[in-house]
């Protein structure tokens, strides 16, 4: 490979590491393909305006309910705004308790993250059970929304026909002339194929990705193996 050069890697590295030419060389075309597919999504067309500015609940300083509108939730000198949803049952826990492994993590990591991108977290469900469940799991740094009282959840794949919710992750870019949606973590959506884990969410999910660097055998089922609070 160009560029490529083993005696040095192995020098930096240590000569019991158990790396190999073949393994170095995956992962670079791996993290060339991560960013192939950025750049691929980046080269789309902007199409998606959208045509209702959404109403949320949230909760403000003091406690009290107020309305924010979606397009509110830009902040000065960010032009992308990221909405992950969370899968809620009727009486508000989450359905998909993965749900809590990743909002533990955006709750961790919002204060890097926000140098550069607004996160939102939106659960269909009232605003006063959101955050009695958000108070129980210390979220204490997530920006929370209800969209009990709005249409988004349908719109932006957060249920499905039968009003199931769905947890996903939406990002919208403001631009001069409205706002759009840029992208979805659609694998959701797509084809599941049986030798593979689940991956709907492991763009965004740190868990998934740190557990594919030990010998662990894991295999498709995984993740029902693991326990969630």
């Known amino acids: ?5 083993q005696e040095k890697l192995g020098n930096e590295i240590g000569e019991h590491s158990p ?9 670079i075309n791996l993290r060339r393909q991560i960013e192939e597919v950025a750049a691929e999504s980046h080269a789309l067309p902007r199409e998606g305006k959208i045509m209702e500015d959404y109403v949320f609940e949230e909760k403000d300083a003091e406690g009290n309910t107020r309305q924010v509108m979606l397009s509110d939730l830009f902040e000065e000198g960010k032009n992308s705004l990221m909405i992950y949803s969370l899968k809620f049952s009727d009486k508000g826990k989450p359905l998909y308790e993965g749900c809590n492994s990743i909002a533990d993590g955006i709750n961790r990591m919002v204060f890097y993250a926000e140098q550069r991108v607004k996160i939102v977290i939106v659960g269909n469900i009232s605003i006063d059970k959101l955050n009695e469940w958000a108070k129980m799991n210390g979220w204490d740094n997530l920006n929370l929304l209800s969209s009990a009282i709005n249409k988004y959840n349908s719109k932006y794949h957060g249920d499905n026909k039968k009003r199931n919710q769905l947890p996903i992750l939406n990002v919208f870019r403001k631009t001069e002339d ?7 973590t659609e694998l959701l959506f797509a084809p599941k194929e049986k030798e593979l884990k689940k991956s709907d969410a492991d763009t965004i999910w740190p868990l998934w990705n740190l557990f594919d660097l030990i010998p662990d055998e894991l295999g498709a089922n995984w993740n029902s193996k693991l326990s969630y609070r």
């Open 1 to 5: 490979m160009e560029n490529y050069n």
């Open 178 to 184: 409205g706002i759009y949606h840029f992208y979805a």
């Open 19 to 27: 790396s190999s030419r073949e393994l170095i060389e995956s992962e």
